[in-house]
């Protein structure tokens, strides 16, 4: 029963009118269910649920918001309406008119369900605190406060019915969401609290594939919202992420990886993604996905290889022959950039990876890669951990001087850092250095010594020092016009220059030419140089040697 029709007119009945019918309903119901003498089993344990409800009735009538309150109005509904059927059950069983066992067994068994189902709504409709949050203002009001008040009454109300009532009333209820949360995110997430997300994740394996793919829409936006990463792990939101990763529609699966994308940026959670079997289901994505799922699956992966425990597993499960094909085969852009970032972190301190990488053609793959208009930081990065695992004359026949030349010239001050740090890995034979100073590298890491950042000056300097130990490359760096300004100006003593000491060791071998000499003094080297030396920089006490004996000679030569 509804509502009751008195003289044509529809009279809806209130909160307190439905309490009334289920607690009157309760002791007819128990006393029915007492004289039943078949299927004694199931009566017994429906009768024990049936004692329960009176305190749950009284629970939310003593509410102060319980008269006022749409959602306790629906719950004393659902609660009379199944008091309802176990008085009729029960006189079927009493009178033994029913059409089988079987049947009414099923009865049975789906009464004491929903007896189970009105048991915990009551419950959560006084432990969530919804009661007091969902009720609407008294009066109306146009100020901006009111307004936004009712708002949030609307979405708390809709929140609240993730948790209360049977599944096709959750299933508009997700419904609902996924448009407020397209329109109105930032009022979602100033009233969403940890029940509503534990309500959310429960929904994720929901036995209906259409409410999974709507909460997990509604997932991953607060995943990306960056407000709830915390609740969605503590909730238990990756199992289910990673399940439909790995079996869910095609929609499923770029919701679900696009969560894990967001939620990998913590290290701790990228352990359990691990820890929960999520590799393998990403990797499978990384080969066979859409664009944006690939994407998302490959910086997921790129996330979880920054975590150094966790690399072997990576190896174990593919990742690298993977991560190489979606450098050469990648759909998008931005799955190559996480693939090269990915490899770059596969083989940072791990010479079992370096050696697979490069077993696996990656020192050639990242070549191609790093010959575009914009070479990427990561790659440079890759290819410089690499560069120690294979002879001088595999990087040679694979073309790896011109492309380090084109980074210093295209790429970003991290590429051109990056780049320069593998040419000072491989400049260790005569040859080798001769073929760097021939393909024009002297002229670009000069310029690079007057760079902005202290990191890129320090690793010119550096691979300059040693580059400059072959007399052809000493006279190029000499015959620069920039080359000894630039390098007086590093030995500026100060903590943050950390290309001091290299510096010196540049300035010694450019010292033998009494035009360099001259130029480091009037710039002021020995003014430095007395300073390095207190701080036991190497060579700087037998380069002021020099520079002051020239200096000596000069002045004699006047008189």
């Not at 850092?417 to 002297?442: L, N, P, R, W």
Request: proline content about 3%; charged content about 25%; glycine content about 6%.
């Amino acid at each position: 029963m509804v509502e009751e029709v008195k003289n044509d007119a529809v009279i809806e009945w209130s909160a307190e009118d439905w309490l009334v019918h289920a607690q009157e309903n309760v002791p007819i119901a128990l006393g029915k269910a007492r004289e039943v003498k078949g299927f004694q089993a199931r009566w017994k344990v429906i009768i024990s649920k049936l004692e329960l409800i009176p305190s749950r009735l009284s629970d939310l009538s003593s509410h102060p918001c319980f008269s006022k309150n749409a959602l306790c109005k629906e719950q004393l509904q659902a609660v009379a309406k199944t008091l309802d059927e176990a008085i009729e059950l029960a006189e079927m069983c009493v009178k033994e008119k029913y059409e089988g066992k079987l049947r009414m067994q099923s009865d049975l068994d789906a009464l004491s369900g929903k007896l189970d189902l009105n048991l915990r709504d009551c419950g959560l409709l006084i432990k969530t605190g919804v009661l007091g949050d969902v009720t609407l203002p008294s009066t109306a009001s146009n100020s901006s406060t009111d307004s936004e008040a009712a708002t949030h009454f609307s979405i708390k109300e809709l929140l609240a019915r993730l948790q209360i009532g049977h599944l096709e009333a959750k299933h508009k209820a997700i419904d609902s969401l996924v448009e407020i949360l397209q329109e109105d995110e930032k009022n979602v997430l100033a009233v969403l609290g940890r029940s509503n997300i534990a309500a959310l994740v429960q929904l994720l394996t929901a036995t209906s594939p259409r409410i999974r793919e709507k909460t997990v829409t509604v997932i991953c936006s607060l995943a990306e919202s960056g407000n709830c990463e915390n609740w969605l792990v503590s909730e238990g939101v990756l199992p289910p992420l990673i399940r439909l990763v790995e079996s869910g529609s095609a929609f499923g699966k770029e919701k679900s990886t696009i969560s894990l994308q967001r939620l990998s940026m913590s290290t701790e959670t990228s352990r359990s993604i691990v820890g929960h079997g999520g590799v393998r289901p990403l990797i499978d994505v990384c080969r066979t996905g859409d664009s944006v799922t690939q994407a998302a699956a490959a910086c997921t992966l790129k996330n979880i290889s920054a975590v150094p425990e966790v690399r072997q597993t990576l190896a174990e499960e593919g990742i690298v022959k993977v991560m190489i094909n979606l450098l050469d085969h990648g759909i998008l852009l931005g799955s190559k950039e996480y693939a090269a970032e990915c490899l770059q972190n596969l083989t940072s301190a791990n010479d079992s990876l370096r050696r697979s990488v490069v077993a696996e053609g990656g020192i050639q793959s990242l070549l191609i890669y790093l010959d575009g208009p914009l070479p990427q930081e990561s790659a440079v990065g890759a290819l410089r951990n690499l560069v120690g695992s294979v002879s001088e004359d595999i990087l040679i026949s694979q073309g790896i001087l011109p492309i380090l030349v084109h980074v210093l010239k295209s790429g970003s001050l991290g590429a051109q850092q990056a780049a320069t740090s593998a040419i000072c890995h491989i400049c260790c034979s005569i040859e080798m250095k001769k073929m760097i100073g021939d393909a024009g590298y002297i002229p670009l890491l000069i310029k690079m010594l007057e760079a902005k950042s202290n990191s890129n000056r320090e690793v010119a300097a550096r691979a300059l020092s040693s580059l400059m130990s072959l007399s052809q490359n000493c006279r190029e760096v000499r015959r620069d016009d920039k080359s000894v300004p630039s390098l007086v100006q590093l030995l500026d003593p100060s903590p943050q220059n950390t290309a001091k000491k290299y510096a010196v060791t540049c300035l010694a071998l450019l010292s033998s030419s009494k035009k360099c000499k001259k130029l480091m003094i009037s710039y002021g080297a020995i003014g430095y140089l007395k300073k390095l030396i207190e701080m036991d920089i190497p060579s700087a006490k037998k380069l002021l040697e020099r520079l002051e004996r020239g200096k000596l000679r000069s002045l004699f030569s006047r008189k």
